[in-house]
């Protein structure tokens, strides 16, 4: 399958709609879908047991190189697809470029969606970002106090400096920093690449074939923290399948995600 075949495979999906929404926040866009098997009555996860889930929270966030143009919803079919699965799913919204987001909101609002998915549960916090939420989960898993365990980042801008030498997306990077004095130390704050999370294993999935955020941006992250990450390449895959149900890169995905039978 072709790159833009994997875009239009994905982008082509109907929206699935949440079980529940929660919000986290004033703003519309500070929000987290719910999907799957979450505990309590409905009105909101309690902190209890799942009943017939088999695995961790599951905290998905989207990419679309941090702007407004892209939301959640091209994600909802994972989502669903993740919580068929028995995996309590949140998909969380926050603000982007050229929707009152844009750093530090940004930043700040993913910090908040997690916490407020996570709502102090007795469970496995497992962090999924695609793309652009790719960087942004390995960002949030590097703050103090996070409940985030274990990282997967699929295609993630990992290494934002780079990202932003080349250029990426018409200069993505540079609208999400914002323009003005200090922009290199705002660089160095947002990435990834310098502040690995501690102690919170990463796993990165990224095909060789992508042609939206380039494999060796991985690669830089690997080679940067080698004791807490693993790379897993996916030969002749693009930038959409593994977040597409249905593809062998989302197998892997969900290999990541689910433990293994019991025997």
Known sequence: MSAA???????GLAPVAPDRTVAYGPHPDQVVDLYGPWPGDGAGPDGGAVAGAAGPLVVL???????????RRHLSPLAAALAGQGLPVALAEYRRVG???GAPHTFEDVAAAVEAAADG???????VGHSAGGHLALLAAARPGTPVR???????VADLARAHELGLSGGAVAELLGPGPGFAARLAAA???RRPPAGVPVTILHGTDDPDVPPDLSRRYAAASPATTT???LPGVGHYAPV????AGFAALLSLLRPPRST
């Open 5 to 11: 075949d994997e875009e239009t495979a994905l982008l």
């Open 61 to 71: 966030l989207h990419g679309g190189f941090w702007r407004a143009a892209y939301d």
């Open 99 to 101: 929707g009152g987001g």
């Open 121 to 127: 549960r007795r469970r496995e916090v497992v962090l």
């Open 150 to 156: 274990r990282v997967i980042a699929v295609s993630p």
């Open 191 to 193: 990435d990834p690449v």
């Open 231 to 233: 790379l897993r390449e």
């Open 244 to 247: 597409t149900p249905g593809t």
